[in-house]
């Protein structure tokens, strides 16, 4: 019976290391992940990958494919669907979504009260074909990487993305 406590005893006090353990690491992981998404965010290199869109007046669905949105010191890269309400038709019929290319934009990142990210970009190109519709994105970062994206177009209603952010990485040509 004596050595039944002591096993008892033990087991128990086994057990509730192993569950502060894995505590203090699931703590730690938290930690280093909003540290590694801070430091993409400040370093301007990093990538949001769409995983469901938001259209304004359309039921909201998973996306299913590769959609994202680059960012680089030097570089905005926008490949992302869309659906929804278009004023103006694309000249090209086979141009769909909303897609840029641009080195010229202004990017404002600003940290918000629950350790994330508010960063607003908006492409400075002038002719058409540069901007090809898209007038500002606003991209709300939580500190565990999760992120959504607001685009408000030039002829289009505005859509919405949730996705997460992962840091960018050199695209084979």
Known sequence: MKNLKVFCILLVCALSFNVSYAQ???????????????????????????????????PSRALTSDYD????KDKLDIYLPYFGRAYVAPRDLNDGGLKLKTTKFDYNA????KGGWDITIK??????????DIQQLILNVQSDGYASLHVSPLNKQP????????EAKERSK
Do not use: C, L, W
């Not at 998404?37 to 007046?57: G, K, Q």
């Not at 600003?110 to 009260?113: F, G, L, M, Q, S």
């Not at 859509?159 to 992962?166: L, M, Q």
């Open 24 to 58: 203090k690491t699931k703590a730690e992981k938290k930690a280093a992940k909003a540290a590694d998404v801070s430091r993409i965010v400040n370093a301007m290199n990093y990538r949001f990958v769409a995983n469901y869109v938001i259209p304004a007046s359309m």
């Open 69 to 72: 949105v680059t960012v680089n």
């Open 110 to 113: 600003k940290p918000d009260k």
């Open 123 to 132: 492409p400075q190109e002038n002719s058409i074909s540069g901007v090809k």
């Open 159 to 166: 859509i919405s993305y949730n996705g997460y952010i992962e």
